[in-house]
């Protein structure tokens, strides 16, 4: 049974429009990752969270919000959408503390998103 | 990229053969991680070697960790048809709670 999972899985939006993706994680982990690949750029990380009530920036967070409203879900929000958000997004969980030695990520299946 | 990256290539090889495919990265961290990620699947983690390891085994999977040039490898021994994927590095970023910065992949197609 999947633990990560992410809604829509294909998405086609218009410039301009809002777009919401969700995602849910079941394995009790604190932290929240959202991420976009583009090819020739691997994964890039967008925001993440720390536990519910936090976001933090990623290292390309410009044009995008994200919300962590308890343990298990985690949005990633477009508010103005641009062509340049065209990608494919990847939402993970994990369970890293301090040092995260252990920082394994557990990663969704991912959603692709088209802006018109 | 300031931090992790991997020599950027696509590697095509015959079932059976042994590859290796490296990664080097300019900060120090203390974990390198190795993920695959399947076609139209989510990454995920194949392998885990922190610095205090030279090698870890895992089944047919060899990683290494050379915390003086910065580099780390993963082999593969014996590859099958199933191995073909995307194959990632990804270094941790100082102590931030597992805030990860991937390399761009290296495409693995094995012909069978």
């Known amino acids: 049974e999947a633990a990560v999972t992410q809604s829509p899985r294909n998405k086609v939006a218009v410039t301009g429009g809002k777009v919401t993706l969700s995602c849910n994680q079941t394995?009790?982990?604190?932290?929240m990752y959202w991420y976009r690949q583009d090819t020739g750029h691997g994964l890039r990380l967008i925001h993440y969270?720390?536990?519910?009530?936090?976001?933090e920036k990623g290292d390309i967070p410009d044009g995008y919000k994200a919300s962590r409203p308890s343990q298990e879900n985690f949005s990633l929000i477009l508010e103005l959408a641009t062509p340049s958000q065209t990608s494919v997004y990847f939402c993970a969980s994990g369970d890293a503390g301090w040092g995260g030695a252990d920082a394994e990520q557990f990663f969704g299946p991912g959603t692709r998103l088209t802006v018109l | 990229s300031q931090w992790g990256e991997e020599n950027l290539q696509a590697l095509s090889i015959q079932e059976g053969e042994d590859v290796t495919m490296n990664c080097s990265y300019k900060?120090?961290?203390?974990?390198v991680q190795w993920y695959r990620q399947k076609s139209g699947k989510g990454p995920a983690q194949l392998i885990l070697i922190r610095s205090n390891e030279r090698e870890k085994r895992s089944g047919r999977l060899r990683a290494t960790l050379d915390t003086s040039s910065q580099s780390s490898s993963l082999s593969i021994t014996g590859t099958l048809a199933t191995d073909t994927a995307v194959y990632f590095c990804?270094?941790?970023?100082?102590?931030?709670?597992?805030?990860?910065?991937f390399g761009a992949g290296t495409q693995l197609i094995v012909i069978p």
């Open positions: 969270s720390y536990g519910a009530g936090s976001t």
């Open positions: 900060t120090y961290t203390t974990v």
């Open positions: 990804a270094t941790l970023r100082g102590s931030a709670l597992g805030r990860l910065h």
């Open positions: 394995n009790n982990h604190n932290n």
